[in-house]
């Protein structure tokens, strides 16, 4: 049984800045995708970052200049580090880890951990 464990939002001032963790435990195939979302109020959940278990790191363009995504593979840990937070940003960030090989579409989500952005 695999579970996702999000944990470091908050409510934070605009331009500073958060570090998102997510702890997973369980048995995941060693190919696989960490990947974060978010889901702004009243919004549809939309890929932000991603990072696969071989290092290839992608973001989506609207925030590229200001997440970055790391993992610890011995630890199953993902973070994402978000600098200068806009209110744009608020959200619940949701950790997803997307298994690959045989295991391709067999993916599992944390609970979310609400980040709300004060101007």
């Known amino acids: 049984q695999v579970q996702l464990v999000e944990s470091g939002g908050g409510l934070v001032q605009a331009g500073e800045s958060l570090k998102l963790s997510c702890a997973a435990s369980?048995?995941?195939?060693?190919?696989?995708?960490m990947n974060w979302y978010r889901q702004a109020p009243g919004k549809e959940r939309e890929l932000v970052a991603s990072?696969?278990?071989?290092?290839?790191?992608k973001y989506a363009d609207s925030v590229k200049d200001r997440f970055t995504i790391s993992r610890d593979n011995a630890r199953k840990m993902s973070y994402l580090q978000i600098y200068r937070l806009e209110p744009e940003d608020t959200g619940v960030y949701y950790c997803?880890?997307?298994?690959?090989?045989?295991?391709?579409?067999?993916?599992?989500w944390g609970q979310g951990t609400q980040v709300t952005v004060s101007s």
């Open positions: 369980g048995s995941i195939f060693r190919i696989n995708t």
């Open positions: 997803q880890v997307a298994q690959g090989g045989a295991y391709y579409g067999v993916n599992y």
């Open positions: 990072m696969t278990s071989g290092g290839i790191i």
